[in-house]
């Protein structure tokens, strides 16, 4: 679940932990199996997820439960992806303790099949082939080893549009229309430039955009090529795609658009209710937090529009089948229909995680969100998955990310010069990978 | 095993034992179970210890060996299976690496800037407490609370109040007319906030060691020294200090040992493994996690883990080094 990266840092995780435990618990005490039926076998299938993949929460476990007496789903969870990835790489690595079913985040799918892919069932023993046809090109084709193993099937997609605050931008005296602002911003300076304009009449301590952070990611999310090439070469120093995304977010952290914030910090999270900032860049799994953070209070304040220079990803997850793990056969039935589009549909209807599997999409096309003004999220987020592009992904995707986007907020919140920063990033990214 | 089964068992290797010469004054029926409980009581104390040493062994001693055994390498969790064979590459590969400075560097002015004043002010409280007052018993479990309080807690709520925008630290400074201080991103700043998380929980504590110290100290030397007109200052100068001196060294090296292996606070302080963006506040502990938990260099953050070892080694052996110097010229005097 691309929430998690929300969650990457250890202080939201400890967070969650303390202050909402309690509400944690309640919601784990939902699924209690009566499994008395005793019709045909018994199982037991363990589901070890991080985040919130909505499973439960949209009562696909007990629905499953009612169709298959005999089957009972266990799922625990970890709120931090990182702390999730860490402990599965060691569980992987004893070859003990796995679960049925694992979740990996679309950032470490590729670690999965070029490092791993001995780890993790091939699906297609199960037949899993027939299912290629259901999903998005770019999703089936990520969780695909080069010799053709499936390792994981599509839970959801981070397709990418733009947040906006009306009464703030009302205050600023600029349009509030979506679709006029998606024309005004149909590039990333004409985004900037209304940044400035917004700057000069906004209200004391409101700035254009949460973090260039956000920009950053969001951007390099338009692209097929970031990190790697298809070779599987890292090209990241001289990929021009990295440079623009780079250096536009350099010119709004030295335009002073940002509010200065480390995303996923708890400032940062205080910050949407605060009206700090404008606009904040939006992956589809965003939707949710955002309205977890803004709270009540934010209902009808806030809007989503098309992104800024075409449509892109980021974040999205899958489910795979570890080769440890007891029940595969009954796990494939389970991830198989967990994945498959009217429950695709039920999670995004409930949670705001946007399906991968097309007949899904079609199926919520003209969803509406009241929280955000009625926004039409189905088309939107709709059209930015049917047009973003097929994406490279490689090993270290993450660990490049995080590396460059630290050396962002040197800029953003220290004033260091791009060129600085950007040695700083190539240390980092060196010694991620070294 | 119960202790009836013992003695059920017991029988048969304690009677090739006394075929073999037993004691004098035993009879023939309870010869056996007397030389059984001889041997019984000769062997009990190490059995008794025996769980301690297993648990040191595998929980403590292989892990140690262990890590040794996998600085050696190169290991990345993802393959752990393929170890590559390094030597002491990933040692001397410490000494050109950038950031193992800096790590080095920020333990050792997070340490000075956390210890010099802990143990300062839990000296000065635990006077303060030595003194008869109000509500006694009180106070001191008081002073223990943020010591009870887990790491987890404590540094979350300080990191908002060390907040940038909406910190009540930057509140209170604002009022007097100093500009908000981005207490995450300098690094001055960073590092004494992580300072003050440490200082807040351990001063308590300090002083309620100082304080038992302190009532070891005989009544008499401070009615002698009152007599003779000194002052309280000079009766903690003169009779307090001098007294202490033991438990000084004593937590100076425990908190010195803390210090080195600071890793909670600065972790959880803005929730970045790297210790901020600039590494600004990354601790030794923390650099050792980021290597194998956050890049999964199992290799390198185990020849890390050494190097930590080592030093704090050295370092609480310089410690009781300068101390019984010190102790031997007081005796010389």
């Given at each position: 679940?691309?929430?998690?990266?929300?969650?990457?840092?250890?202080?939201?995780?400890?967070?969650?932990?303390?202050?909402?435990?309690?509400?944690?618990?309640?919601?784990?005490?939902?699924?209690?199996?009566?499994?008395?039926?005793?019709?045909?076998?018994?199982?037991?299938?363990?589901?070890?997820?991080?985040?919130?993949?909505?499973?439960?929460?949209?009562?696909?476990?007990?629905?499953?439960?009612?169709?298959?007496?005999?089957?009972?789903?266990?799922?625990?969870?970890?709120?931090?992806?990182?702390?999730?990835?860490?402990?599965?790489?060691?569980?992987?690595?004893?070859?003990?303790?796995?679960?049925?079913?694992?979740?990996?985040?679309?950032?470490?799918?590729?670690?999965?099949?070029?490092?791993?892919?001995?780890?993790?069932?091939?699906?297609?023993?199960?037949?899993?082939?027939?299912?290629?046809?259901?999903?998005?090109?770019?999703?089936?084709?990520?969780?695909?080893?080069?010799?053709?193993?499936?390792?994981?099937?599509?839970?959801?997609?981070?397709?990418?549009?733009?947040?906006?605050?009306?009464?703030?931008?009302?205050?600023?005296?600029?349009?509030?229309?979506?679709?006029?602002?998606?024309?005004?911003?149909?590039?990333?300076?004409?985004?900037?430039?209304?940044?400035?304009?917004?700057?000069?009449?906004?209200?004391?301590?409101?700035?254009?955009?949460?973090?260039?952070?956000?920009?950053?990611?969001?951007?390099?999310?338009?692209?097929?090529?970031?990190?790697?090439?298809?070779?599987?070469?890292?090209?990241?120093?001289?990929?021009?795609?990295?440079?623009?995304?780079?250096?536009?977010?350099?010119?709004?952290?030295?335009?002073?658009?940002?509010?200065?914030?480390?995303?996923?910090?708890?400032?940062?999270?205080?910050?949407?209710?605060?009206?700090?900032?404008?606009?904040?860049?939006?992956?589809?799994?965003?939707?949710?937090?955002?309205?977890?953070?803004?709270?009540?209070?934010?209902?009808?304040?806030?809007?989503?529009?098309?992104?800024?220079?075409?449509?892109?990803?980021?974040?999205?997850?899958?489910?795979?089948?570890?080769?440890?793990?007891?029940?595969?056969?009954?796990?494939?039935?389970?991830?198989?229909?967990?994945?498959?589009?009217?429950?695709?549909?039920?999670?995004?209807?409930?949670?705001?995680?946007?399906?991968?599997?097309?007949?899904?999409?079609?199926?919520?096309?003209?969803?509406?969100?009241?929280?955000?003004?009625?926004?039409?999220?189905?088309?939107?987020?709709?059209?930015?998955?049917?047009?973003?592009?097929?994406?490279?992904?490689?090993?270290?995707?993450?660990?490049?990310?995080?590396?460059?986007?630290?050396?962002?907020?040197?800029?953003?919140?220290?004033?260091?010069?791009?060129?600085?920063?950007?040695?700083?990033?190539?240390?980092?990214?060196?010694?991620?990978?070294? | 095993?119960?202790?009836?089964?013992?003695?059920?068992?017991?029988?048969?290797?304690?009677?090739?034992?006394?075929?073999?010469?037993?004691?004098?004054?035993?009879?023939?029926?309870?010869?056996?179970?007397?030389?059984?409980?001889?041997?019984?009581?000769?062997?009990?104390?190490?059995?008794?210890?025996?769980?301690?040493?297993?648990?040191?062994?595998?929980?403590g001693?292989?892990?140690l060996?262990?890590t040794a055994?996998?600085?050696?390498?190169?290991?990345?969790?993802?393959?752990?299976?393929?170890?590559?064979?390094?030597?002491?590459?990933?040692?001397?590969?410490?000494?050109?690496?950038?950031?193992?400075?800096?790590a080095l560097?920020?333990t050792f002015?997070?340490g000075?800037?956390?210890t010099?004043?802990?143990?300062?002010?839990?000296?000065?409280?635990?006077?303060?407490?030595?003194?008869?007052?109000?509500?006694?018993?009180?106070?001191?479990?008081?002073?223990?609370?943020?010591?009870?309080?887990?790491?987890?807690?404590?540094?979350?709520?300080?990191?908002?109040?060390?907040?940038?925008?909406?910190?009540?630290?930057?509140?209170?400074?604002?009022?007097?007319?100093?500009?908000?201080?981005?207490?995450?991103?300098?690094?001055?700043?960073?590092?004494?906030?992580?300072?003050?998380?440490?200082?807040?929980?351990?001063?308590?504590?300090?002083?309620?060691?100082?304080?038992?110290?302190?009532?070891?100290?005989?009544?008499?030397?401070?009615?002698?020294?009152?007599?003779?007109?000194?002052?309280?200052?000079?009766?903690?100068?003169?009779?307090?200090?001098?007294?202490?001196?033991?438990?000084?060294?004593?937590?100076v090296i425990v908190s010195t040992i803390g210090a080195t292996q600071l890793f909670?606070?600065?972790?959880?302080?803005?929730?970045?493994?790297?210790?901020?963006?600039?590494?600004?506040?990354?601790t030794l502990g923390?650099?050792m996690?980021?290597?194998?938990?956050?890049?999964?260099?199992?290799?390198?953050?185990?020849?890390i883990a050494w190097v930590m070892f080592v030093l704090i080694v050295v370092l609480v052996g310089v410690n009781a080094l300068?101390?019984?110097?010190?102790?031997?010229?007081?005796?010389?005097?």
């Open positions: 679940m691309p929430i998690a990266r929300a969650a990457k840092r250890a202080t939201a995780r400890l967070g969650a932990v303390v202050l909402t435990g309690a509400l944690l618990a309640a919601c784990g005490s939902g699924a209690s199996p009566d499994s008395s039926d005793g019709a045909g076998e018994e199982v037991t299938l363990t589901v070890d997820l991080f985040g919130s993949f909505g499973f439960k929460e949209a009562g696909l476990y007990e629905e499953y439960q009612k169709l298959h007496p005999g089957v009972t789903i266990k799922q625990s969870d970890t709120q931090d992806e990182a702390d999730y990835w860490k402990s599965l790489q060691t569980r992987l690595a004893g070859g003990g303790g796995l679960a049925d079913v694992q979740g990996v985040e679309v950032g470490r799918i590729a670690s999965v099949t070029q490092q791993q892919s001995d780890k993790f069932q091939d699906l297609k023993a199960f037949g899993a082939d027939k299912l290629k046809g259901q999903f998005a090109e770019a999703k089936w084709s990520a969780a695909t080893t080069k010799d053709g193993k499936v390792l994981g099937l599509g839970t959801d997609v981070g397709p990418e549009a733009m947040c906006f605050r009306t009464d703030l931008f009302q205050q600023a005296g600029l349009p509030t229309d979506r679709e006029e602002l998606a024309k005004k911003w149909s590039t990333w300076d004409g985004y900037l430039e209304l940044g400035k304009e917004y700057k000069k009449k906004a209200p004391a301590q409101s700035a254009w955009l949460d973090s260039v952070g956000s920009l950053y990611g969001v951007m390099i999310g338009q692209e097929k090529e970031r990190y790697y090439n298809a070779a599987g070469e890292m090209i990241y120093e001289t990929n021009p795609a990295v440079k623009t995304a780079w250096d536009t977010s350099v010119k709004a952290a030295e335009a002073g658009l940002s509010a200065k914030l480390d995303q996923w910090s708890p400032q940062w999270n205080q910050a949407f209710a605060a009206g700090s900032f404008a606009t904040i860049p939006c992956p589809a799994w965003m939707l949710c937090y955002v309205k977890g953070q803004a709270g009540a209070s934010g209902q009808g304040k806030w809007d989503v529009a098309k992104l800024p220079g075409g449509a892109g990803n980021w974040g999205g997850s899958y489910l795979a089948i570890p080769r440890a793990a007891k029940h595969k056969e009954e796990a494939y039935k389970l991830i198989e229909w967990l994945t498959a589009p009217e429950q695709q549909a039920k999670v995004f209807q409930k949670q705001g995680n946007f399906p991968s599997s097309t007949g899904a999409i079609a199926k919520i096309s003209d969803a509406v969100d009241p929280y955000f003004s009625g926004a039409p999220i189905g088309r939107i987020f709709g059209d930015a998955a049917k047009e973003s592009p097929v994406q490279v992904l490689g090993v270290h995707d993450q660990n490049v990310m995080q590396q460059l986007t630290n050396a962002l907020s040197e800029v953003e919140r220290k004033g260091v010069s791009s060129d600085k920063a950007w040695e700083t990033a190539k240390k980092g990214v060196a010694n991620v990978t070294g | 095993m119960s202790p009836t089964s013992t003695a059920k068992a017991g029988p048969r290797p304690a009677r090739i034992g006394s075929g073999s010469g037993s004691g004098p004054g035993t009879g023939p029926d309870d010869g056996p179970a007397a030389a059984l409980r001889r041997s019984w009581r000769k062997a009990s104390p190490y059995a008794y210890i025996a769980p301690f040493f297993t648990l040191f062994l595998a929980f001693l292989f892990p060996l262990y055994f996998v600085s050696l390498y190169r290991v990345e969790l993802q393959t752990s299976g393929d170890m590559e064979w390094r030597g002491i590459a990933n040692y001397t590969a410490l000494f050109t690496d950038e950031y193992f400075w800096t560097r920020n002015t997070i000075v800037l956390s010099v004043p802990q143990l300062a002010m839990a000296l000065g409280l635990a006077h303060l407490l030595n003194y008869k007052l109000r509500g006694r018993t009180f106070i001191r479990t008081a002073v223990l609370l943020p010591y009870a309080t887990s790491v987890a807690a404590a540094t979350l709520v300080f990191a908002q109040l060390f907040g940038r925008d909406f910190g009540l630290i930057n509140y209170v400074i604002g009022l007097i007319g100093v500009g908000p201080v981005d207490w995450q991103t300098g690094t001055v700043a960073s590092q004494i906030a992580v300072s003050t998380i440490v200082i807040w929980r351990w001063t308590g504590y300090n002083a309620l060691i100082y304080l038992a110290g302190m009532q070891s100290i005989p009544h008499e030397l401070y009615e002698a020294a009152a007599i003779d007109g000194a002052s309280r200052w000079r009766q903690f100068i003169h009779v307090t200090l001098p007294g202490l001196r033991p438990t000084i060294v004593f937590t909670g606070e600065p972790l959880l302080f803005e929730g970045s493994i790297s210790g901020g963006i600039s590494h600004q506040y990354q923390l650099y996690y980021e290597q194998g938990w956050g890049f999964f260099h199992l290799g390198r953050a185990a020849a300068i101390a019984r110097r010190r102790a031997r010229k007081e005796a010389g005097r």
